[in-house]
């Protein structure tokens, strides 16, 4: 990441002059109030030496390179184990630097090291890393530091981590196998109409009789293709590209995103996937002491539909003017079944408690929602494939008979 050069002031008024490591100016600001500093100059380091802002070449490489969850569950684990065991914050994270396979989280370990050691906290730490640790991450230990239940949040965060790569996985997976066998389907279809139709094309026309309806509408069909083919393709690419730029904008996500949940069948599968992944991170954040109104926001961000994500951040600023959460979050999207438990949470003084048996109930029911598509796209799939096979077979086997009769 790239450092920042600034000159301060200090709650006593006296003046500091350092550098800052920050993901950009805007980022390097914010990391200098959060310290309590006054910015009077902040301006991008020059001569910093190294390679490309890191110490070295090897460094900058690892500073390109993502964490995977994998990764940072076995952390949060091992920080877990060693904080409960007893052992001092910094002897912890030493231990976990020498034993994570991970460059890039080996080398963000090793530059937070050097920021606690000078003696800032370790959320602070963090939040120089942002594009390694999340803000629920961040938030959770900036909860932790001051309960001091370090080692018991560090074991939620892995447990959440784990549970959110499971509910991801589960959606990959429902998607993977439609998306195949569709593009087996596609592929199937070009190869009759470049390759067989036009065979089968070339012997009837030179008959001289009259085709039947089913064989010259596949004939036409099959020429059509041929002679537009690049336009075709063209304007599919250009609705393609269209629809992501559109999804790039914030009022063409939230439109796309809302109706993907009306999708049959799809629709429903989103909802549930959202509502595990949300109930288990609100659970997770409670639990730990988060307030209601961060735990709101700190959830919108983690949602990928907007639908879900806007209402999070909208409900978390009607709890602000005194409402009660499961009204602030009521949408005609959100299940009832939410709703009224989190009504019953919040009546019972146990949200937290029912929120994760909510996340238990959702993440079932999308596993069983996943095999419940797949055992119904894949019967879906044969026909659609038999059926355009079992087309082409009907319609020249009609040319032929036609021929032997005429």
């Known amino acids: 990441m790239p450092v920042f050069a600034y000159t301060a002031l200090t709650a006593s008024g006296s003046e500091l002059s350092g550098k800052q490591t920050s993901t950009d100016i805007t980022a390097a600001a914010q990391d200098l109030r ?47 184990f060693m904080l409960r065991a007893g052992l001092p914050i910094m002897q912890a994270l030493q231990l976990s630097q020498s034993q994570i396979s991970s460059a890039r989280l080996k080398l963000t370990l090793r530059l937070m090291l050097k920021d606690i050691e000078s003696g800032l906290a370790m959320s602070v730490a963090m939040k120089k890393h942002k594009d390694v640790f999340a803000n629920m991450v961040i938030n959770l230990i900036v909860a932790a530091e001051n309960t001091g239940d370090l080692d018991a949040i560090m074991e939620r965060l892995a447990v959440h981590l784990e549970k959110k790569a499971a509910i991801r996985a589960h959606m990959i997976n429902a998607m993977i196998y439609p998306a195949v066998v569709f593009i087996a389907a596609i592929g199937v279809g070009l190869f009759m109409t470049l390759k067989i139709i036009p065979q089968f094309a070339d012997f009837l026309l030179a008959q001289g009789k009259t085709l039947p309806n089913s064989t010259q509408s596949l004939i036409d069909f099959s020429n059509y293709v041929q002679t537009h083919g690049l336009l075709i393709v063209g304007v599919s690419v250009a609705v393609i590209v269209t629809i992501l730029l559109i999804y790039q904008t914030k009022p063409g996500r939230y439109g796309i995103d809302s109706l993907l949940l009306r999708v049959p069948i799809f629709g429903s599968m989103i909802t549930t996937g959202a509502m595990a992944q949300m109930t288990w991170a609100l659970s997770t954040l409670l639990s730990s002491g988060v307030t209601v109104f961060n735990a709101l926001k700190i959830t919108s961000d983690l949602l990928n539909n907007r639908v879900f994500s806007d209402k999070l951040m909208n409900g978390s600023e009607q709890i602000m003017n005194g409402k009660d959460m499961s009204s602030s979050i009521a949408h005609p999207q959100m299940p009832v079944l939410v709703l009224q438990m989190i009504t019953v949470g919040e009546q019972t003084g146990s949200l937290d408690h029912v929120l994760k048996e909510l996340g238990s109930y959702y993440e079932q029911l999308l596993e069983v929602a996943i095999k419940r598509l797949s055992a119904m796209i894949e019967p879906a799939m044969i026909l659609l494939i038999g059926g355009m096979v079992g087309f082409v077979y009907y319609a020249f086997f009609q040319a032929l008979f036609s021929l032997v009769g005429g």
Request: glycine residues 10%; without cysteine.
């Open 34 to 80: 959060e310290r309590g500093l006054r910015v009077l100059e902040l301006k991008k380091a020059r001569g910093q030496g190294g390679f490309l802002g890191q110490a070295n070449a090897s460094d900058w490489f690892a500073s390109q390179r993502s964490v995977s969850a994998s990764d940072l569950v076995f952390f949060f684990r091992q920080m877990a």
